[in-house]
T-cell receptor
Framework: EAEVAQSPRYKITEKSQAVAFWCDPISGHATLYWYRQILGQGPELLVQ????????DSQLPKDRFSAERLKGVDSTLKIQPAELGDSAMYLC?????????????FGPGTRLTVL | AQSVAQPEDQVNVAEGNPLTVKCTYSVSGNPYLFWYVQYPNRGLQFLLKYITGDNLVKGSYGFEAEFNKSQTSFHLKKPSALVSDSALYFCAWQGDNQGGKLIFGQGTELSVKP
């Protein structure tokens, strides 16, 4: 069964350092999502791609976060500089076409700890 | 504001007993509703979804959910709980005009004791 791949699984960094997370969606899925899950809460969308285009980044803190999906396949989420409040699980998901009834499939996530 | 609520932070049941994890919604437009499960330090696994049609939706691992429009609820159920069902469960909503974004509840921790 095809799965969404993410790396690294765990990342520990110091405040003000740069970090990057990678996601490889299920093959053939046009839509890719990055969610952030703070401990004890549900995930919240950071950015959504349709192929290589950003369709929703309204909740992405653009002063320090950036995301790209250059060839419309895999994606990278970057934080620079990291802050203590960025400690969270970062989840990547993909779906076939991104419609309102489309099922999203999640990767295992990257657990970020900022010291 | 569109929202999904899970009124119980934690649900405890004995193995073999039926389980219910509650979800209510307050949204405009069509309520496309989903249930996901999350095991410790893992991503979310899709269980089931309601789009339209039959109010009783059957999903993975023996779970089912009942859509109730009059009570604006979408409770997750299983007739006989297993210890391995212990996990964090999330209800989520996806709207017509949300571009695919899922709005999640805060999650309910299910604990099944032998």
């Amino acid at each position: 069964e095809a799965e969404v791949a993410q790396s690294p699984r765990y990342k520990i960094t110091e405040k003000s350092q740069a970090v990057a997370f990678w996601c490889d969606p299920i093959s053939g899925h046009a839509t890719l999502y990055w969610y952030r899950q703070i401990l004890g809460q549900g995930p919240e969308l950071l950015v959504q791609f349709q192929d290589e285009s950003v369709v929703d980044d309204s909740q992405l803190p653009k002063d320090r976060f950036s995301a790209e999906r250059l060839k419309g396949v895999d994606s990278t989420l970057k934080i620079q500089p990291a802050e203590l409040g960025d400690s969270a699980m970062y989840l990547c998901a993909s779906s076939i076409k991104g419609g309102p009834t489309d099922t999203q499939y999640f990767g295992p996530g990257t657990r970020l700890t900022v010291l | 504001a569109q929202s999904v609520a899970q009124p119980e932070d934690q649900v405890n049941v004995a193995e073999g007993n039926p389980l219910t994890v509650k979800c209510t919604y307050s949204v405009s437009g069509n309520p496309y509703l989903f249930w996901y499960v999350q095991y410790p330090n893992r991503g979310l696994q899709f269980l089931l979804k309601y789009i339209t049609g039959d109010n009783l939706v059957k999903g993975s691992y023996g779970f089912e959910a009942e859509f109730n429009k009059s009570q604006t609820s979408f409770h997750l159920k299983k007739p006989s709980a297993l210890v391995s069902d212990s996990a964090l469960y999330f209800c989520a909503w996806q709207g017509d005009n949300q571009g695919g974004k899922l709005i999640f509840g805060q999650g309910t921790e299910l604990s099944v004791k032998p």
